[in-house]
Each structure stands twice: as structure tokens, then as C-alpha cells.
């Protein structure tokens, strides 16, 4: 990648940052897209056409990737070359005429309530980490905050005494989640307990911390996971969404109301919770099939 291509990505990740307050986490995605697509080019990302981008999808659905991952790194392009379309800076937006890849309606993947059960009972809770891990467990299903939210989840925004937890998610949007009674037991019992020892004297802002005094990362809780998903004999594929998924499933199984986990998940758009609709329409569908003596 010519240092062209780094400076225009660099200006371009500096002014949507402090235009839109993007998380670190939709920053390093927007990077990583960018710079694939600018090593692939190897020329100006000024000064091309459709036909390059047309070319580049093409080259990477002939490797095997997928059509979610080229619909994301397209997104990412748009937002690119929009913002230099915004600054005069070019005068035709190369991605203006090229389709979005056509991506499968894959519904996602969710435990049932049993199995959050177990999951939530493999912690050791004789160990210090054992209660920390409860209670981000508890925590994780009983707010179904994304996994970033979690880890890095400071004192001032949890209100034990209210029971709730204000959480600034994407695009720096805020929204209040109540926490439930058994998180908060879980979060107490690590308060008094499991946090004191793993800081040995330490201090912290951070929540939830390692035995090292450091605040937990997403990678590392996300192998906590798997490791605790092993232990609860739970075979079913996992991502770190999946107790999320798990969280507005349950749910709308037990009648919530659609636009009330929007507002709980932090979706700006109805249509993104909407996909746990179907989720929960199939489930009762299976039980409808198992248990109806006619079905």
C-alpha cells in the first residue's frame, strides 16, 4: 500500500471519528477493509472507477470469501469514497452503481434456556475469576450487552442501588438497561470477593479485571466462554453474539415486546431486532410440532 492510499484512509477515519464518534472497534473494521482493498489496487484510491471495485469483489469471491464479508468491506468503501464525494474531493463516487452482494438470511445462532443454565453454572465460584466470570456470564444475558459494552464497563456507569447500567454503545448512542436481580447478586458477591483478589491492592475503573490488574479484553473473555460452553457440554457453534442472541430471544419467547428489545439492544433500526422475530416464531413452531397432538 502506497502512502497516498495510508494518508487518504487516515484522513478519512480522523474525520468520521469525530464526526460520528465511531467506536474503536468499527474504526479497526473500517482500517482493516480499507487497507485490504488499497494493497489489492496498488495505485491512487483517488482516482479509480467502478470497474476496479467490480474487479476486486470479483478476485475475492474467487478466493472462497464470503458474501457477508465482501457486503461489509463494500460498506466500508461507500462510507469512504462518500465522505471524499462530500469534500470535493472527487467527483464521482465509484461505488454509487455497484450491488450490494446477495447475503443468505442465516437466522442466528441461540442457546436455549437450559443451556444458559448450564453455561451460567460452570463457573468456580470458590475461585476469584470463577465469580468474575458469573457475573459478566450473568451480566451478558441478563442486559444482552455486545461483548465490547461489557469489558469495558467503568464504576460510573452502573447503578447497583437503581439496578440498572448506562451503556454508550455504536455512534456513541446511549441507553439505560436494567440489570436483574440475579446479575446483581453475582455482581455483588464479586465486588466484596473475587475483584479484591484479583487486584491484590491494585486499583481499577475498570469493572471487570484480570489477575494482573488490567480490564478484560474481548478476546480473552471470548476464550472464557468457549472454555466454560465446553464444560456445560454445549456443542452448538458460538459467537460472541450468542448470549445476546440468546438474551432478545428469550425474551420475545416470553412476550416482550418487539420495540422494547430494540431499545434494550441499542438498535437504531427495528429491522435489526426484527430478525429475532423469526428466531423465536421458529421455536414455537418446534414446540408446536413436538407437543400438539394434531401437528
Known sequence: MNKNAEKHIEQFLDAVWVEQGLSKNTLSAYRSDLTIFASWLKQDLLRIDSSDITQFLESRYKLGMKARTNSRILSSLRRFYGYFLRENTIQIDPTALISAPKIPNILPQSLTEIEVDALLAAPQLALPRGQRDKSMLEMLYATGLRVSELV?????????????????????????????????????TYFKNGRVMLLSGRQSDYIFVTHRGGNMTRQAFWHIIKRYAFHAEITKPLSPHTLRHAFATHLLNHGADLRVVQLLL??????????????????????????HPRS
Open 152 to 188: 469495558d464497563l467503568k464504576f460510573d456507569r452502573i447503578n447497583l442501588s437503581q439496578g440498572v447500567v448506562q451503556i454508550v454503545g455504536k455512534g456513541g448512542r446511549e441507553r439505560i438497561v436494567p440489570i436483574g436481580e440475579q446479575a446483581l447478586e453475582s455482581l455483588e
Open 266 to 291: 441499542g438498535h437504531v433500526n427495528l429491522s435489526t431486532t426484527q430478525i429475532y422475530t423469526h428466531v423465536a416464531q421458529a421455536r414455537l413452531k418446534m414446540l408446536h410440532a413436538q407437543f
